[in-house]
């Protein structure tokens, strides 16, 4: 769980979501990779977005952004608002007072999202220059070797003059994460960043991104596909699939009570420590393409609870309890089994 430091749930969010749709052209027609997407995320709050690739998490924190390829259009209607702001109605001078300063993103894989023939140091460096055009060039190198010292890099002002291949893959992750934090930005938004890491790395960057939000008193929208990650991680999580939320509850709650067929699936499918001969537990199938979402339910193909209303329905996400979302039409039909941890044990 987050030790942030998040604000009452009578606050006005931090960052408001609200009918968000991303679309790509593609030769197989438009993907509607983020289709009606709706969350909010308050101040020192860390809000996990799980699911397997291709469900829409990258394109989501793309589409927060704009940082999107010319292939992508985001619909008339979305909606997301920021510190009060509406962030779609920014021109380009609005974006660079946004992105890197109030904004942080740390990206999947840092040895190509670092340029390969600049140095670490002039990286970080150049995000504080960027923000701040009156800092004379050595205060801002000063600044960057302070943010790799924040982020941990053992003798950073030695390895400030590193290039990227001179740096194992956690410190590259550290020096994202210096670049990201330059401005101290209210919001962080990281992208599977531990994805390639060995496990001591990853929990050695899990535990600095929570002290550094204890330092900060930053958010964080964190993007992953590994619900351990997110056990640790997130006050709240939303479970993303075929483009849209299909869960979304308090962390706690969550992993005692998941009530999607495909939240449960994916709790099924983490792997017993108790019982490491156990076969791991698979969802069969695979997400549908985006160019031809199913009618109906999106999963209903890989459900074993789907019956007829599934095929001939859409469903809403449903109000479970206080803060509990399912996207499921099992919440609608007293009669018939929803699925619970404890119903799936």
């Not at 109605?89 to 894989?109: K, N």
Request: negative net charge.
């Amino acid at each position: 769980m987050s030790a942030g430091l998040a604000t009452p749930a009578s606050a006005a969010p931090l960052l408001s979501v609200r009918d968000l749709r991303t679309s790509f052209r593609t030769d197989s027609g438009c993907a509607r990779a983020v289709d009606g997407v709706s969350f909010s995320l308050r101040t020192g709050e860390t809000v996990c977005i799980v699911g397997e690739s291709g469900c829409g998490k990258t394109a989501l924190a793309l589409s927060l952004l704009r940082l999107l390829p010319p292939t992508a259009t985001i619909a008339p209607g979305s909606s997301v608002e920021f510190e009060g702001r509406d962030l779609m109605a920014l021109d380009a001078s609005g974006w660079r007072a946004v992105r890197g300063a109030r904004i942080g993103m740390v990206f999947q894989d840092a040895m190509t999202a670092l340029d390969p023939v600049i140095r670490v140091g002039d990286q970080v460096a150049e995000v504080v220059r960027i923000h701040t055009p009156a800092i004379a060039p050595g205060a801002a190198w000063a600044r960057a070797v302070d943010l790799l010292t924040l982020t941990g890099i053992p003798g950073p002002a030695d390895r400030a003059h590193q290039y990227p291949h001179e740096l194992s893959g956690g410190m590259r992750q550290r020096v994202m994460l210096a670049i990201a934090l330059a401005m101290h930005p209210a919001l962080l938004i990281a992208d599977e960043p531990t994805t390639a890491l060995d496990i001591t790395v990853q929990a050695q960057i899990l535990a600095l991104l929570g002290e550094l939000q204890r330092q900060l008193g930053m958010a964080i929208l964190f993007i992953t596909h590994d619900l351990g990650v997110a056990a640790a991680l997130a006050d709240r999580v939303i479970v993303m699939y075929a483009g849209e939320v299909v869960e979304s509850a308090p962390a706690e709650l969550f992993f005692a009570e998941p009530h999607h067929p495909y939240a449960t699936g994916l709790l099924r499918a983490l792997p017993d420590l108790s019982h490491p001969g156990d076969r791991l537990a698979v969802i069969p199938g695979a997400v549908p393409s985006a160019t031809d979402w199913p009618r109906g339910c999106r999963f209903r193909e890989r459900c074993a609870f789907a019956w007829s209303r599934c095929e001939a329905e859409h469903p809403p996400l449903y109000a479970i309890s206080a803060g509990h979302e399912s996207r499921c039409h099992l919440a609608a039909e007293p009669g018939r089994r929803v699925v619970t941890a404890a119903s799936t044990a």
